[in-house]
């Protein structure tokens, strides 16, 4: 079955914390996409990693791809109030003829002042 | 302004009604995309739309039905809605490469429908 999960699906921190959220995936990808999503608006790209061994790092974020372990990290530094969000992990996976993404539960990340 | 926009915003309607979502990209992508988000659920993929032809359906219920008149615009005619069908609708685009037809996806803001 093909599944992308993400763990934890809910997480309330302090600011200044650091914290990792999970992406695992169930077969073969080398493309991984992380997204984050505002409370009633869409859905922003974050970070494309296209390879095994990936690391892109965008101010506090930084994500990671170990396409052997099927896992990506998503990994947030002194975390600040404006990180809150939902965030998303999505992996192409090869089905039905075709590529398309195969999008994780999402994790609701609130970060307390 | 995301490149990628919608319209409406909301959207009330009952359950006898016929309705439309817009979806249209200014991007110059070949592939375009409707997902429903519901709460506590993770993104369906509705349809998938490559050079303007579908190339997914994903088993979706015939009261949703979808056009796509070029590479710019998408449309999805709503009939006969359930309130389960409550939920944020969201176009996407892409520009497919290297024979994939999945790369990095563009998204409008959605559409909030309440079917009542």
């Known amino acids: 079955e093909l599944k992308v999960e993400q763990n934890p699906l809910f997480l309330s921190m302090q600011e200044g914390k650091n914290y990792t959220i999970y992406c695992n995936y169930s077969t073969t990808s080398d493309r991984l996409y992380w997204y984050r999503q505002d409370p009633g608006k869409s859905l922003e790209s974050l970070f494309v990693l296209l390879s095994n061994g990936a690391v892109k790092q965008e101010g506090r974020l930084m994500a990671s791809l170990d396409t052997k372990a099927r896992l990506s990290t998503l990994h947030i530094t002194a975390a600040v109030h404006d990180l809150s969000a939902t965030y998303f992990c999505a992996v192409d996976m090869w089905m039905d003829s075709n590529y398309q993404l195969i999008w994780g539960a999402g994790t609701k990340l609130i970060i307390k002042p | 302004e995301t490149g990628v926009t919608q319209t409406p915003r909301h959207l009330v309607m009952g359950m006898t009604n016929k309705k439309s979502l817009k979806c249209e990209q200014h991007l110059g992508h070949n592939a375009m995309y409707w997902y429903k988000q519901s709460a506590k659920k993770p993104l369906e993929l509705m349809f998938v739309?490559?050079?303007?032809?579908?190339?997914e359906n994903n088993s979706v219920p015939s009261r949703f039905s979808p056009e796509c008149p070029n590479s710019s615009h998408l449309f999805l005619h709503l009939h006969t809605l359930q309130p389960e069908d409550s939920a944020l609708y969201l176009c996407?685009?892409?520009?497919?490469?290297?024979?994939?037809?999945?790369?990095?996806?563009?998204f409008g803001q959605g559409t909030r429908l309440t079917v009542v």
């Open positions: 996407a685009s892409s520009q497919p490469g290297g024979g994939r037809t999945n790369t990095e996806a563009f």
């Open positions: 739309y490559s050079l303007e032809e579908r190339v």
